[in-house]
């Protein structure tokens, strides 16, 4: 619990350049981000540092901050791994519990990428999961990727709508990597993030051509909106550490732009002595005062729903709600309009593990 007001940005994680695979250089992409309005940006190229290598993270002149991380994946390009906070990559290492472990000894931190995909009707582009559950020791999860999202619906007569309009079309985080992340949730704390995975692809049909996600499409989907100490924020030596500790505790929740903009909505746990919470990892100074509350401001009408546990307890059709908790448990809390997921927060767990 703190007394302190934390300062809510937004941006976007699961960026690709040309120095992987890529469509756009970190030029492009820095432009764009200034023009979606962002605060910061997560580029995760497969394999390489060469974007940190180059100069490219850090505070840019439009005022996004660049944070740049990358992707490692197994030998069978399964088990994708974004890997942040790390001066050099554990490539070279092709079991996914050493490169997880190698990237926690080096100070960094990761996430599932992807974890849940499936889907076996485009050839040239299979499905990339996270088979390895017996590994421990990654700090979150993935648990909304656009891009992933939207090939995994891309089939049938709705491909054209998905090929015209891609981001109105985005589905919900799949139920069952949900339901994973909830009970793992209950044995200790795991975040999530929302990724774009960006590419600005260019799909080919013969001589025609054209890219489906360009790169401003693609910032205005899913957002993740974290909560750092304002102090911090813009600090030249504190920028970096305040993103990584906020991605890593998931002091935060994602959205789908998509349908509306979610900068300003405000998701917390009061207890009666006043003290507030922000989704995410409990401070072990933290104690617990019953009754506490959820309450929950968004920027917009919505259908708001609270869960513990894994399982929907309460919800309301409304721009806020609140709800009085009395038992332990991990709540968090999802919002859903304009007939899809809009919001889903991390976790608040109350009570001690395992819950």
């Known amino acids: 619990m703190t007394t302190e007001t934390l300062k809510e940005i937004s941006g976007c994680v699961h960026l690709h350049t ?14 764009a981000a200034g023009a979606a309005g962002l605060d910061y940006i997560c580029v995760t190229d497969h394999n390489t540092l060469a974007g940190r290598e180059a100069g490219f993270g850090g505070l840019r002149d439009n005022g996004v901050f660049v944070l740049i991380g990358y992707e ?3 030998e069978n390009n399964h088990n994708h791994y974004l890997a942040f906070g790390v001066d050099k990559t554990a490539c070279g290492l ?26 076996d009707h485009i050839a040239s582009l299979p499905p990339y999961p996270w088979t390895r559950w017996d590994v421990e020791g990654f700090d979150g999860i993935e648990v909304w990727n656009q891009i992933s999202d939207w090939m995994e619906r891309l089939r049938g007569w709705q491909s054209l709508t998905r090929l015209l309009s891609p981001n109105k079309k985005l589905g919900d985080a799949p139920p069952e990597l949900m339901e994973r992340w909830d ?13 774009v995975d960006a590419h600005s692809r260019r799909f080919k049909w ?7 996600f360009p790169i401003d499409v693609e910032l205005r989907g899913v957002r993740m909106h974290l909560f750092v100490k304002e102090s911090e924020w813009g600090n030249a030596s504190g ?7 906020a991605m890593r505790d998931g002091r935060g929740f994602i959205s789908n732009f998509s349908r509306g903009d979610a900068k300003g909505s405000k998701i917390i746990m009061t207890d009666k002595t006043g003290a507030v919470r922000y989704p995410g990892r409990r401070e072990p100074n933290d104690s617990t005062h019953f ?26 059709t409304a721009a806020s709600a609140e709800w009085e908790i009395n038992e332990n448990g991990v709540y968090r809390v999802e919002a859903y309009r304009v007939s899809g997921a809009w919001i889903y927060s991390n976790p608040f767990p109350v009570g001690e593990y395992p819950l």
């Open 18 to 31: 040309t120095f992987s695979d890529g469509d756009c250089d970190y030029a492009k992409i820095i432009d």
């Open 72 to 74: 490692h994946n197994d």
């Open 94 to 119: 092709t079991d996914p519990r050493e490169y997880v472990d190698a990237i926690k000894r080096m100070g960094g931190i990761g996430f599932l990428a992807h974890p849940a995909e499936k889907r």
């Open 183 to 195: 009970t793992l949730n209950r044995k200790r704390f795991v975040s999530a993030i929302g990724g």
């Open 206 to 212: 013969g001589p025609f051509s054209c890219v489906v």
């Open 239 to 245: 920028t970096a550490d305040a993103l990584l500790s």
């Open 291 to 316: 009754p506490m509350k959820i309450r929950v401001e968004l920027t917009d009408k919505a259908k708001i729903v609270l869960i513990r546990n894994g399982q929907r307890m309460q919800s309301a």
